[in-house]
């Protein structure tokens, strides 16, 4: 079975976990983080690095937001230096930051104008539940979408719950 390459933008508590998980499933991994020290831990595990969100995105076909809320998602999905400038068609960025649903559907319409999608997929259960690859999630999404993203999230999350369109 081909894994996906994933990308995680925010490797801090919740993110090496996720990069853990992910990598020990045999995904290729890529890491972005304004923390060299989580970088640092995030190759430690095995994954490559980049510097920016956009140079992430020149690399893969989906991202994970790790980040933590409104202001960081659109600043390192849509702000210079943003993922999305650089994903190609058919790209998904999966949101998993505590951000209001305005924020993800924005982030919706403009990915849409690059033919590339959203999931919106907050994750619970804090971080023991992470280092134990045992998150819940929680999808929104196209039907598409989140068959894909099943794939990578199940390497971190025990459960995921699918609740119907991108901001629900």
């Given at each position: 079975?081909?894994?996906?390459?994933?990308?995680?933008?925010?490797?801090?508590?919740?993110?090496?976990?996720?990069?853990?998980?992910?990598?020990?499933?045999?995904?290729?991994?890529?890491?972005?983080?304004?923390?060299?020290?989580?970088?640092?831990?995030?190759?430690?595990?095995?994954?490559?690095?980049?510097?920016?969100?956009?140079?992430?995105?020149?690399?893969?076909?989906?991202?994970?937001?790790?980040?933590?809320?409104?202001?960081?998602?659109?600043?390192?999905?849509?702000?210079?230096?943003?993922?999305?400038?650089?994903?190609?068609?058919?790209?998904?960025?999966?949101?998993?930051?505590?951000?209001?649903?305005?924020?993800?559907?924005?982030?919706?319409?403009?990915?849409?104008?690059?033919?590339?999608?959203?999931?919106?997929?907050p994750i619970c259960r804090g971080?023991?539940?992470?280092?134990?690859?045992?998150?819940?999630?929680?999808?929104?999404?196209?039907?598409?979408?989140?068959?894909?993203?099943?794939?990578?999230?199940?390497?971190?999350?025990?459960?995921?719950?699918?609740?119907?369109?991108?901001?629900?």
């Amino acid at each position: 079975e081909t894994k996906e390459q994933v990308g995680v933008i925010g490797v801090g508590r919740m993110g090496l976990p996720i990069v853990k998980h992910l990598i020990r499933h045999g995904h290729e991994v890529i890491a972005c983080d304004i923390d060299t020290g989580n970088l640092a831990k995030a190759r430690d595990l095995g994954a490559r690095v980049a510097g920016t969100p956009a140079e992430l995105g020149k690399h893969l076909r989906f991202v994970i937001l790790g980040v933590g809320y409104d202001d960081e998602v659109n600043t390192v999905a849509i702000g210079e230096s943003g993922v999305l400038a650089t994903l190609s068609k058919g790209s998904i960025v999966a949101v998993s930051s505590t951000v209001a649903p305005e924020t993800v559907k924005a982030l919706d319409a403009r990915a849409r104008e690059k033919s590339c999608d959203v999931l919106d997929a907050p994750i619970c259960r804090g971080r023991w539940f992470a280092d134990e690859g045992k998150l819940l999630a929680l999808f929104g999404g196209k039907p598409d979408v989140i068959a894909r993203g099943r794939t990578v999230y199940s390497a971190f999350c025990s459960d995921i719950a699918v609740l119907g369109d991108v901001g629900h």
